[in-house]
């Protein structure tokens, strides 16, 4: 299953985006850490390169994703040329205020009023520009919200008389080919709810679950995996639940059960977990303790 959203004003942010890569020092990559080649988005790569812009890659939310997953990313971004890469979570007001720092020593030469470091914020929805920019600014400038397509305008502000930063809307790619790609920017809540149905990204998350943390689930909900099916998982939840179809006789109500499962993942209740590797052989199999 293809899964596509591009609404009408990613395509001005896109275009916006261009203009303000030429006037900016250093871009700012905010992903998130749980799936973040997913996150990554390809458009920002087409706007920089040509214009030689270094990258700070944000693996944002680290502190929901899998430490051992994490660092194995944080090598492979490392070595890529032009891109340094950190993890961190941006509600922290210490881990977001590593930012700027590190944008400085990727850009010494902007150091002064005459000269000021302009870092510009960029990612896909919901991976939480909005909130980094709030812990930057140490107030509440951007609306943050558990839902993709908060922020729809690009604003600008000081940090101080040497930092000026640029925070943009949440910006996808127009055809997103991988449909498991569609499918982990669902999983993270990075699309619309119009374009896919809750109980389909559920589904592909119990699969995720299951081929890495499955004692995640017996912990979290109460019953034993061995043999489940991804579509049984979520049955099951239902049962432990109580989640039931209002005059049906007991049937289950697999969308609530679908939405239990997404909001415990998306807000860590079943705990630090990964969705993507970058490598099998760079992170150990075991389930972390």
């Known amino acids: 299953m293809s899964i596509q959203w591009f609404p009408g004003h990613m395509n001005a942010a896109r275009k916006e985006a261009a203009k303000t890569m030429e006037a900016i020092d250093v871009i ?10 997913a996150s990554c988005n390809p458009l920002i790569e087409e706007l920089r390169l040509p214009r030689q812009r270094p990258c700070l890659k944000v693996l944002n939310k680290a502190d929901l994703a899998d430490p051992a997953v994490t660092k194995a990313w944080l090598e492979r971004y490392n ?17 977001a205020a ?12 902007r150091n002064s009023i005459v000269k000021p470091l302009r870092m510009l914020i ?8 909005s909130t980094l920019m709030n812990a930057l600014l140490k107030r509440r400038i951007a609306r943050v919200g558990d839902e993709p397509a908060v922020t729809k305008v690009q604003q600008r502000h000081k940090l101080n ?12 790619w127009g055809t997103i080919k991988d449909p498991e790609v569609g499918l982990l920017l669902a999983t993270i809540n990075a699309v619309g709810h119009t374009v ?12 995720k679950l299951l081929a890495r943390y499955p004692a995640r689930l017996t ?18 939840i239902a049962r432990k639940r109580g989640c039931l179809l209002a005059g049906s006789g007991g049937a289950l109500d697999r969308d609530k059960a679908a939405r239990i499962l997404l909001a415990d993942y998306r807000d860590g209740t079943l705990g630090r ?4 590797i970058p490598e099998i052989k760079d992170v150990a199999q075991a389930e972390p303790a």
């Open 122 to 129: 960029m990612g896909v929805p919901n991976v939480g520009k």
């Open 28 to 37: 700012v990559e905010v992903l998130d850490a749980r799936v973040p080649q």
């Open 79 to 95: 070595q890529q040329e032009g891109v340094t890469a950190v993890a961190l979570s941006c509600k922290g007001a210490g881990d």
């Open 219 to 236: 912990a979290r909900y109460g019953f034993a995996v061995e043999g489940l099916t991804s579509a049984r998982v979520i049955e099951a």
């Open 161 to 172: 008389d040497q930092m000026a930063i640029i925070d943009s809307p949440g910006l996808l």
């Open 273 to 276: 977990a990964s969705l993507e």
């Open 98 to 109: 590593k930012i700027p720092r590190l944008c400085q020593q990727i850009a010494p030469h």
């Open 196 to 207: 896919v149905d809750d109980e389909t990204v559920a589904e592909f998350l119990a699969g």
